[in-house]
Every structure is written in structure tokens, then in C-alpha cells.
């Protein structure tokens, strides 16, 4: 059966307002995996300590021998443990693997996106000033057809936010500094999640993704026009403006390279 794919509920229309969480139910490994995850964070399991064998994690979660193995492997992705032949998996000393899994539940709230906003600001605004000043024909080649991507998928009524995440691969690769593009690619697995919230909008007739277009090609123009300047402030304020959509209100230096300060989130 094809996964269901997810969709938002009532995403707040003024700024500032509460943001539902995506109806997203986890996956049965995601919740073993978390927890297990939780027990480290919280020392219950130490670093070096061996984990339960899978027969046991298996009867003390309810779950089947499957299950727990794909909980293990998405901890060992995230270098959170390791595996020993024939010995089991053990918790290590230090993570081995940056872990940016960015929300946890079925879905982000509020906080959290306001909180990956506010990342991609800093990361997308120097990447768009960088690319800007170093683009040749081909990076605008490649943004155009992803734009264009973007376009037939608002005129088709799907979901273009494949298009959109390549649309700002390739405006990293723009930079010609292979370790930017390689940091974006790597992000952009989890920026996605963020971008998709604009294309699952299929109540308000594609508005939110059709907004955000406008944003993109006042990118792409200032990117072509070698306005460095123009294009740090189009690319933020496209960050603000998709987040304003979300219900979020982000305070952006648009003129500047500062994020204006927010209260601290309680703990």
C-alpha cells in the first residue's frame, strides 16, 4: 500500500497564531527508536552500555524483531550507537553523526519551525549573497528549469516541492564552493519538510505556493543581475514571508546579517 501522504490541518491564518502539528501518525520503529534515543539523552543507557538484544527490546515494547531492527539501524545512522559482530549494539561515547532530525512527534509546532526558519534564514541569506556574486550561465540555467518545475506543478495542482528543494540545491552550487553545496544538499533533506507545508495548501487553491513563487523569481532576478545585496534581502525576505504564511512571525534584519532578538523559550 503507497505511503498516505501527509497533509496539514488548520494552519493559522494571522502571524503569530498557534500552528497545528501535521496529522503524520509514527511509524512503529520511529516510536521504539525515539524512546531508546530519550533513555540515552537521559543516561539511563551509558555510553558503552550493550543494549537489550532484539528478542527482548521486541516483548518490553510490544513490537516484532523487524521493528526493533529498523530502530536500531536509524540510531546507528544517527551514530547515537554502535554495532558489534556478534556482540550487539552498544551506546557510544560520542555521537558519530551530526543528529538534525529536526522535529519530534508527528509533526513540528511552532516553536520548532520558527526555530528551522530562523537556521535557514542564516544558512540560505550568505548563499544567495555568495551565489550571486559567483553564478555563470549554467547555475542560472539549472535555477530556471527548477523554477519552471516549480511553475508546471502550481499549474498541474501537485506538489512541486521536489522542484523547490533542487530550485535551491542548484542556487548553493551557484556559490562554486563545493563544501556550501554539499552542507545544502545535506540540510535540504531536512529543510524539505518546511518547504512542504506551502504545498500541501490544496484548501486555499495553491495560494501559499503561488506567494512563495513571486518570492523565488525576485531571487532569481536579483541572483542574475549580480545584485549580492539584493539578493541576501530577497532571499530573506522570502524566508519571512513563508514562515508569515505558516503563522509565524520571524523578525529578520532584512538590511542587515542579524536575526532581531527574541524572548528565550522556556525550558
Not at 505556493?209 to 542574475?224: F, V
Request: hydrophobic share 40%.
Amino acid at each position: 500500500m503507497p505511503a498516505r501522504r501527509p497533509h496539514a490541518t488548520a494552519i493559522a491564518a494571522e502571524p503569530g497564531t498557534e500552528l497545528s502539528r501535521i496529522a503524520r501518525p509514527l511509524r512503529l520503529s520511529e516510536e521504539v527508536s525515539g524512546e531508546l534515543q530519550r533513555r540515552i539523552g537521559r543516561g539511563e543507557i551509558k555510553p558503552g552500555d550493550r543494549l537489550p538484544t532484539e528478542k527482548a527490546l521486541g516483548e518490553a515494547f510490544g513490537v516484532s524483531r523487524a521493528v526493533v531492527r529498523e530502530a536500531i539501524a536509524r540510531l546507528k545512522a544517527d551514530g547515537l550507537i554502535e554495532t558489534r559482530q556478534g556482540s550487539g549494539a552498544f551506546a557510544v561515547a560520542a555521537p558519530k553523526a551530526i543528529n538534525l532530525r529536526f522535529w519530534k512527534g508527528a509533526g513540528p509546532g511552532l516553536d520548532e519551525l520558527r526555530d528551522i526558519f530562523e537556521l535557514r534564514a542564516m544558512v540560505e541569506g550568505a548563499v544567495a549573497e555568495l551565489a550571486a556574486q559567483r553564478r555563470d550561465d549554467d547555475d542560472l540555467r539549472a535555477m530556471s528549469e527548477h523554477l519552471q518545475a516549480m511553475d508546471d506543478a502550481l499549474d498541474s495542482g501537485v506538489d512541486g516541492t521536489e522542484a523547490d528543494d533542487n530550485f535551491h540545491i542548484a542556487l548553493a552550487h551557484a556559490t562554486h564552493n563545493a563544501y556550501i553545496g554539499r552542507l545544502v544538499e545535506f540540510l535540504g533533506q531536512h529543510f524539505s519538510d518546511s518547504r512542504k507545508l506551502a504545498w500541501l495548501d490544496t484548501n486555499l487553491q495553491l495560494r501559499l505556493p503561488q506567494a512563495s513563487q513571486g518570492e523565488h523569481r525576485a531571487l532569481l532576478d536579483a541572483i542574475a543581475r549580480r545584485d549580492a545585496a539584493a539578493a541576501r534581502r530577497r532571499a530573506l525576505e522570502h524566508l519571512r514571508g513563508a514562515a508569515g504564511r505558516l503563522g509565524i512571525r520571524l523578525a529578520l534584519d532584512l538590511d542587515g546579517t542579524r536575526l532581531a532578538t527574541r524572548a528565550p523559550r522556556k525550558r
